[in-house]
């Protein structure tokens, strides 16, 4: 079908070869963002339709990742991959996906691919190959163990005591090998042998083929799961409030030849120059996401993620964050995604604020995820303040939710990766079908459409941070120092790198408050460039009283 075509603006690129450090991603979930082909998914073409919702002429990201966009039977939506080289015809043929690149960089955005290369689904060429054959050339690809023995009941033993991820064991039986095969997550998402040589050609080789066409990154779905132990030796067990917590994930996680094996993954990509890659880290400590980090490699840390709205709450995460990870190496911010609650209804609900004060609470957290230190990763729809929506059991799209009940360690994610609303139109502007899963039911109000035309919207004050971020090197590059204003629910820190000082204050209670604003390092005042509020105080001394009011941030530069 016919698609509008997309506006011939040929952009630079805002940033060079450090555009991941200086830059915003903004992941978009493809099924949810627009759909033009009205099957009531999103699509690639949607995507290509939107370019300006998201380049210069409206958010100004730098880049887009997308979530999974390859042939996939869709048990873990997507993240179930039967052909890592190909495009879904859900989203649209392989033609569609280099126009999309080709688009993206016209209106100056990267693009980032999601590679799941931990597993494969069950229906993938190579676990075919590999379950019908020991001795075939695919025979070593997948993580296969003789049964440890027979039970009572005459059925084969697990070779070792790993549970997935998603409930239950991690080892599933293959009669035709005899043999079980291991899954970190489903059982039709059998995980790869690293250690066999051909599956480390055949993932970099296919790694090469998107860099060919054009791809500027990639996000690497629980790469700290990659290797296990050579062995697979039992894990040791340990006090727990579930079967995974249960163990010491010693021997199937976080091996100590994984940072040779991101090196070797690095030198592709350095072949050329200002390509990223960021590491999604499995189960781990923020710490251990700031040992993985290295030059060019980035590691998502969840530290942001877990944080009610506390001023004490985020100063402490900001606090371990800096510490973990210190000068040398560069942190990410997220505080949304797909696998998690939205920060909007998350941070809101978490103090049982609603109404007004909900979204202010959404422009405030924008203004801590946009100042901080660190390559902020929006996830699609947090820029309307989008939330949580109520999806009945009946409709949800998350089958391990669904299967293992709870157990299951994410609850069911189909809340978090429902429709974009574009405007108060037929669905939405998202489709001209019945969408996958339902919208929230407040889309006629909250929908780009709407926002855009109003200059105190979320989208309003996103719009302004992100400009903000973009003129003030400091907020790209500096270095992050906490400041005490002596109100302990007010959260203040300063950013110092190639340009001006800046200054961020963050009201965190219903109250706001009032504050005295340090001393800047070299100049004399403050002047306010950017906020969650239209109106903004002029320009402030040191002594001058600051009135925050409820959940209101301000971002200053130091001036003559
Ligand atoms: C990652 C993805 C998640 C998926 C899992 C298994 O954590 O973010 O959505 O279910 O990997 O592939």
């Known amino acids: 079908m016919s698609r509008p075509q997309v506006a011939s603006v040929v ?5 060079g070869d450090d555009w991941w450090q200086r830059g915003v991603v903004y992941q978009v979930y493809p099924r949810s963002f627009a759909d033009t082909d009205g099957d009531g998914v999103g699509d690639l073409g949607g995507i290509i339709d939107h370019l300006d919702h998201l380049g210069r002429d409206g958010l100004g990201v730098d880049a ?5 966009i390859y042939p996939s039977p869709g048990l873990d939506v997507g993240y179930d991959v039967s052909d890592h080289e190909g495009v879904d015809a859900l989203f649209g043929t392989e033609t569609d996906f280099d126009r999309l690149v080709e688009a993206a960089h016209r209106h100056g955005i990267r693009v980032v691919l999601d590679l799941v290369m931990n597993h494969t689904s069950d229906q993938h060429a190579w676990f075919a190959a590999s379950r019908a054959s020991r001795t075939g050339p695919y ?9 440890a023995g027979t039970g009572p009941d005459g059925e084969p033993l697990p070779p070792n005591n790993w549970v997935s991820w998603f409930g239950g064991p991690a080892w599933t039986f293959e009669p035709q090998r005899g043999q079980f095969y291991h899954h970190t997550f489903l059982a039709e998402q059998p995980e790869l042998n690293w250690r066999a040589p051909g599956v480390e050609a055949a993932q970099f080789q296919m790694v090469r083929g998107w860099l060919a066409r054009g791809v500027d990154g990639f996000r690497l779905d629980v790469f700290n799961a990659f290797l296990k132990h050579p062995d697979l030796p039992a894990n040791p067990t340990r006090r727990g409030s579930s ?3 249960r163990l010491d994930h010693r021997y199937d996680v976080d091996q100590a030849d994984l940072p040779a094996l991101i090196t070797r993954f690095r030198d592709i ?7 990223m890659s960021v590491g999604e880290l499995f189960v781990g400590t923020t710490e251990r996401a700031a040992t993985l980090t290295t030059d060019r ?5 969840w530290e942001l993620l877990k944080r009610p709205w506390d001023a004490a709450a985020f100063r402490a995460a900001i606090r371990r964050r800096e510490r973990a990870f210190g000068p040398a190496r560069w942190p990410t911010i997220v505080l949304s ?5 939205r920060h909007a209804s998350r941070l809101a609900g978490s103090i049982g604020a609603a109404g007004p004060d909900r979204e202010a609470i959404a422009k405030a957290a924008a203004v801590i995820e946009l100042t901080m230190r660190g390559t902020p990763f929006l996830y699609y729809g947090e820029e309307i303040g989008l939330g949580d929506v109520d999806i009945p059991p009946d409709e949800s799209v ?9 157990e299951f360690q994410w609850w069911d994610r189909s809340q978090a990766r429902t429709p974009m609303p574009w405007s108060d139109g037929h669905g939405a502007g998202f489709s001209s079908g019945r969408p996958w899963l339902r919208l929230g039911l407040d889309w006629k109000d909250r929908n780009v459409a709407s926002q855009r035309a109003d200059p105190d919207s979320v989208l309003s004050c996103y719009r302004r941070l992100l400009a903000a971020r973009r003129e003030q090197p400091s907020l790209q590059d500096g270095s992050l120092e906490l400041v005490e204003l002596g109100d302990p629910s007010v959260l203040a820190y300063r950013r110092l790198g190639s340009g001006t000082e800046v200054l961020v204050t963050i009201a965190f209670d219903r109250g706001g408050a009032t504050v005295r604003l340090p001393v800047p390092h070299r100049e004399p005042a403050w002047r306010p460039i950017a906020g969650t509020r239209l109106d903004m105080p002029s320009r402030l001394a040191p002594k001058d009283p600051l009135r925050l009011r409820a959940f209101e941030a301000l971002v200053l530069v130091a001036e003559p």
Not at 398 to 406: E, F, K, L, N, Q
């Open 337 to 341: 995604n797909h696998d998690q609650p």
């Open 139 to 147: 025979g070593d690809w997948y993580l296969w163990r003789d049964p």
């Open 398 to 406: 998350d089958p391990p939710a669904s299967w293992v009940g709870p």
């Open 64 to 68: 887009i990742w997308l979530s999974p």
């Open 269 to 275: 990509l350095d072949e050329a120059p200002g390509r």
């Open 11 to 15: 952009e630079a690129p805002r940033f």
């Open 243 to 245: 079967a995974w917590s």
């Open 297 to 301: 490699h980035l590691v998502f840390d």
